[in-house]
């Protein structure tokens, strides 16, 4: 039997809809070649839907390699002085760690690439704009307070509504 999910929703979003508002990732002056694209789509069931497509990753030289990153979202949209102002991890709700809005999903490089696309209710594009999205040298171990151990901050781009619309 045929059954309608939001994942059919979340597809459709995904291929016919522009997304409202982008984050234009860029790797640190140790991985200069890191570049992204972080997109955040409004959907009916409120939340955002979120696609992430990253090249450039640390392993991207190393064959069959993969690796995990985190990807989280933080306080401030300030890439400057080596993404050293981003703030903490975006959390309106002072919550421990992993349990902050800006804690995401982790990236899963395969040869430096990677693709995510996920569903988040803890927050609305509105509330997410003008703040920073991050990828980390590490994975999260979901555990570490304040920020799960993740490491280097290794990319960064700032949340800003899509002109396009």
């Given at each position: 039997?045929?059954?309608?999910?939001?994942?059919?929703?979340?597809?459709?979003?995904?291929?016919?809809?522009?997304?409202?508002?982008?984050?234009?990732?860029?790797?640190?002056?140790?991985?200069?070649?890191?570049?992204?694209?972080?997109k955040f789509y409004d959907?009916?069931?409120?939340?955002?839907?979120?696609?992430?497509?990253?090249?450039?990753?640390?392993?991207?030289?190393?064959?069959?390699?993969?690796?995990?990153?985190?990807?989280?979202?933080?306080?401030?949209?300030?890439?400057?002085?080596?993404?050293?102002n981003t703030g903490g991890?975006?959390?309106?709700?002072?919550?421990?760690?992993?349990?902050?809005?800006?804690?995401?999903?982790?990236?899963?490089?395969?040869?430096?690439?990677?693709?995510?696309?996920?569903?988040?209710?803890?927050?609305?594009?509105?509330?997410?704009?003008?703040?920073?999205?991050?990828?980390?040298?590490?994975?999260?171990?979901?555990?570490?307070?304040?920020?799960?151990?993740?490491?280097?901050?290794?990319?960064?781009?700032?949340?800003?509504?899509?002109?396009?619309?």
């Open positions: 039997m045929y059954q309608f999910t939001p994942r059919l929703t979340f597809v459709n979003i995904l291929e016919k809809n522009k997304p409202r508002a982008m984050a234009w990732v860029t790797g640190n002056s140790s991985n200069p070649q890191l570049s992204g694209l972080v959907t009916p069931y409120g939340g955002v839907l979120i696609e992430a497509e990253v090249f450039g990753l640390p392993n991207v030289y190393t064959q069959d390699a993969s690796d995990f990153y985190a990807m989280h979202i933080h306080e401030f949209g300030d890439c400057s002085d080596a993404f050293a991890h975006y959390n309106p709700t002072n919550m421990p760690h992993p349990q902050h809005a800006g804690d995401l999903i982790p990236l899963l490089g395969n040869q430096g690439y990677a693709w995510a696309s996920f569903y988040d209710k803890r927050f609305t594009v509105d509330n997410i704009v003008g703040k920073s999205v991050i990828i980390h040298a590490k994975r999260d171990d979901f555990t570490t307070q304040p920020s799960g151990d993740s490491g280097e901050k290794i990319g960064c781009g700032v949340i800003r509504i899509e002109s396009g619309r």
